[in-house]
């Protein structure tokens, strides 16, 4: 199998073209790299393989504010998450409402899901 991918681990963004098989033996997943071109460095290597075994993203959104000078306040997770769990993630950030005054660097919820990740306000709202 062949796939293209855009390395987001810097700036560059190479384009890197990778082929590469799935084992045929029985329990087997993990992808084998036959090839791989593009990479101007070993870490879009890194990128690549990670996201043909367990490719994960990240979120950065807002929740809700309570009295606050604005109506949002930014968050992010604290580590990325596996790419098919980020609606569920979504879903229970769409559910905070925080009240201000809110601090950058505040928690507001601790390991996600169990995923090892937490949400973390990145931006203060003072209160009105
Ligand atoms: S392969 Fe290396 S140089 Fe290219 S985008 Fe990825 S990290 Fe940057």
């Not at 928690?107 to 973390?120: E, R």
Request: with cysteine; aromatic share 4%.
């Amino acid at each position: 199998m062949t796939r293209e991918f855009t390395c987001i681990v810097c700036p560059n963004g190479c384009r890197i073209a990778v082929e590469y098989e799935i084992p045929a033996a029985a329990g087997a997943s993990a992808p084998v790299i036959r090839s791989i071109s593009g990479n101007l460095c070993p870490r879009g290597i890194e990128y690549v393989t990670q996201e043909l075994t367990d490719p994960r993203r990240t979120i950065a959104t807002s929740v809700l504010v309570e009295g606050g000078e604005l109506p949002l306040a930014s968050v992010r997770l604290t580590a990325p998450i596996p790419r098919d769990r980020i609606f569920d993630a979504m879903a229970v950030i769409r559910t905070l409402t925080v009240q201000a005054p809110v601090t950058a660097g505040t928690i507001l919820v601790h390991d996600l899901l169990g995923l090892g990740t937490d949400v973390l306000v990145t931006r203060d709202v003072p209160a009105r």
